[in-house]
């Protein structure tokens, strides 16, 4: 898989991330640690990055 991230995205990003911190790409389906619903069966793609702290488990 590859990447590409605008420049103008990584500025914005660079903005909101601390020195230790650790960034995720999350697929959003309902499942993990992160869901924003509980809803598993979407017909969309919907991906989220994700900053935590180093500290996270």
Known sequence: MELNIEPAAIE??????????????????????????EITCRLDIHFRLIIVPQSYP
Do not use: H, M
């Not at 990003?13 to 924003?36: C, K, M, N």
């Open 12 to 37: 914005k990003i660079t903005s909101y991330v601390q020195p230790d911190d650790r960034l995720y790409l999350d697929f959003e389906d309902g499942v993990g640690p992160f869901p924003a619903t």
